[in-house]
Nanobody
């Protein structure tokens, strides 16, 4: 079955960096886009970044210039490198894939940016 497992979250000071990972299994990883979302307390879930099978990328405006999404097809993993983190980046970050019309989500990883 399709599984996505996020990791790499944690507590970081403003201006710091984190690298999130989304490890996938149960499907042909290399041919499907993956999307990173985040949801902060009391706010709607928002798309952060996505990456196509050909490694084309897209970012929400708030992430441009600070976040980088990448994929390693040999490891079935998508990464989200987050630099210059701000308190407003605090959220649960989840990855999603759509396979044969079905959405699959990971459990999420908490990112807290605070001094």
């Amino acid at each position: 079955q399709v599984q996505l497992v996020e990791s790499g979250g944690g507590l970081v000071q403003p201006g710091g960096s984190l690298r999130l990972s989304c490890a996938a299994s149960g499907y042909s990883f290399s041919i499907y886009p993956i999307i990173w979302y985040r949801q902060a307390p009391g706010k709607q879930r928002e798309l952060v970044a996505d990456i196509t099978s050909g490694s084309r990328t897209n970012y929400v405006d708030a992430a441009k210039g600070r976040f980088t999404i990448s994929r390693d097809n040999a490891k079935n993993t998508v990464y989200l490198q987050m630099n210059s983190l701000k308190p407003e980046d605090t959220a649960v970050y989840c990855c999603k894939v759509i396979v044969h019309g079905f959405e699959y989500w990971g459990q999420g990883t908490q990112v807290t940016v605070s001094s």
